[in-house]
């Protein structure tokens, strides 16, 4: 069905950026929906960001809306996750996650079938 490989991420210091990136393994990449999810120790899986299949309409969390930037190139079959003015409740691992039936902005993370191997992402004070 496919892969996702993700790459990105680190630790920074708050106020910091960095970016993190998915590339998928599909034979149309412009027919998933893309998101980023991300789970901190003893929480569950959330919502981060999502995409639309030809990129023009973005969905964020309230928590990381104005601060990070979702976007996708299907020629390079990657979409990226912009993360600026971070902060330390950002820290968390980040799951890329795709799908080919279901609409942009899905915030269920039962509804994709792909996803990626995660990336940690650790924000200091």
């Known amino acids: 069905q496919g892969q996702l490989e993700q790459s990105g991420g680190g630790s920074v210091q708050a106020g910091g950026s960095l970016r993190l990136s998915c590339t998928a393994s599909v034979r149309t990449f412009d027919a998933y929906t893309m998101a980023w999810f991300r789970q901190a120790p003893g929480k569950e899986r959330e919502f981060v960001s999502g995409?639309?299949?030809?990129?023009?309409?973005?969905y964020y969390a309230d928590s990381v809306k104005d601060r990070f930037t979702i976007t996708r190139d299907n020629d390079k079959n990657t979409v990226w996750l912009q993360m600026d003015s971070l902060k330390p409740e950002d820290t968390a691992t980040y799951y890329c996650?795709?799908?080919?039936?279901?609409?942009?902005?899905?915030?269920?993370?039962?509804?994709?079938?792909?996803w990626g191997q995660g990336t940690q992402v650790t924000v200091s004070s």
């Open positions: 995409i639309s299949r030809s990129g023009t309409r973005p």
């Open positions: 996650a795709a799908d080919p039936t279901i609409n942009s902005g899905n915030e269920n993370t039962r509804w994709y079938s792909l």
